[in-house]
Nanobody, 119 residues
């Protein structure tokens, strides 16, 4: 059974930094893509950053230049370095991993980690 374990959330002051990490286990299929999404209270889940095998890395406009996604297929990990954090970055952040099987692409989600940016 596929499991995604996230770490690194917390409380940080505006202008600070956090690094989120996610490790996937339990699948025998290859990884097609890895990314991060977030959901703020009262809002829909939105893309933060995603890296797939077939397209360039995609960042939400609101985080470009501040966030950096990195991926290690061998370790099945994806990280998100978040710098210059703003209060509007406050949300639950979810790791997403896409596995490729003969039947197609399968999405898996982490349990979410809270990021709070506040003074």
């Amino acid at each position: 059974q596929v499991q995604l374990v996230e770490s690194g959330g917390g409380l940080v002051q505006p202008g600070g930094s956090l690094r989120l990490s996610c490790t996937a286990s339990g699948s025998s299929f290859s990884i097609y893509g890895m990314g991060w999404y977030r959901q703020a209270p009262g809002k829909q889940r939105e893309l933060v950053a995603v890296n797939t095998n077939s397209r360039p890395t995609n960042y939400a406009d609101s985080v470009k230049g501040r966030f950096t996604i990195s991926r290690d297929n061998a370790q099945a990990t994806v990280s998100l370095q978040m710098n210059s954090l703003k209060p509007e970055d406050t949300a639950v952040y979810f790791c997403n991993v896409k596995f490729l099987s003969p039947l197609g692409v399968h999405d898996y989600w982490g349990q979410g980690t809270q990021v709070t940016v506040s003074s």
